[in-house]
Antibody, heavy 120, light 107 residues
Framework: EVQLLESGGGLEQPGGSLRLSCAAS????????MSWVRQAPGKGLEWVSS????????NSADSVKGRFTISRDNSKNTLYLQMNSLRAEDTALYYC?????????????WGQGTLVTVSS | DIQMTQSPSTLSASVGDRVTITCRAS??????LAWYQQKPGKAPKLLIY???SLESGVPSRFSGSGSGTDFTLTINNLQPDDFATYYC?????????FGQGTKVEIK
């Protein structure tokens, strides 16, 4: 069974940094693209960033480009999101998501999320 | 970026009803459209991909159609477990975008 367990969220001041982690199990982590998707309180879903299975290819939404960096450690089956220069509008529940077998552009399995709150 | 617009934002229906949700893309996305279901306090769940392909394990009362810019999600014989929020998502390119969501409520 696929399991994705996010951690690292919390309260941070504007301009601060946080590093999110997603521990994966139940599948061959190094064979799948991975992504972060966020959801602001009471709002819809927003794709944040994605990384290829080997880690040599990444893409990010314009809203976080230059501030957030996605990475992975296939030896530890762990996905990361380094979040710098945080803004109030980054406040959201951050989900880790695994790509599907059919295509890397879909979100086939999701974690339960970790909450990031940016406030002074 | 490709903008995705869903309608309606909220839909009231009864058990046994047939409901239809529409999703429109700001430019053609061929058939690269997925639908997700999200229940309160839970992560989203993939229902349909490539506009009309049912994800494994998803009940056959769910169906999708469309291509280009206009798509629909249809739920036949609405069940109590189906009351949730539904999102469309385009994956025509790397910069994936979601619709704003449609909440299906109990009438």
């Amino acid at each position: 069974e696929v399991q994705l367990l996010e951690s690292g969220g919390g309260l941070e001041q504007p301009g601060g940094s946080l590093r999110l982690s997603c521990a994966a199990s139940g599948f061959t982590f190094s064979s799948y693209g991975m992504s972060w998707v966020r959801q602001a309180p009471g709002k819809g879903l927003e794709w944040v960033s994605s990384i290829s299975p080997s880690g040599d290819g990444t893409n990010s939404a314009d809203s976080v480009k230059g501030r957030f960096t996605i990475s992975r450690d296939n030896s530890k089956n762990t996905l990361y999101l380094q979040m710098n220069s945080l803004r109030a509008e980054d406040t959201a529940l951050y989900y880790c998501a695994k790509a599907t077998v059919v295509t890397p552009f879909l979100f086939g399995s999701w974690g339960q999320g970790t909450l990031v709150t940016v406030s002074s | 970026d490709i903008q995705m617009t869903q309608s309606p934002s909220t839909l009231s229906a009864s058990v046994g009803d047939r409901v239809t949700i529409t999703c429109r893309a700001s430019q053609s996305i061929s058939m690269w459209l997925a639908w997700y279901q999200q229940k309160p306090g839970k992560a989203p769940k993939l229902l349909i991909y490539k506009a009309s392909s049912l994800e494994s394990g998803v009940p056959s009362r769910f169906s999708g159609s469309g291509s280009g810019t206009d798509f629909t999600l249809t739920i036949n014989n609405l069940q109590p477990d189906d009351f949730a929020t539904y999102y469309c998502q385009q994956y025509n390119n790397y910069f994936r975008t979601f619709g704003q969501g449609t909440k299906v409520e109990i009438k």
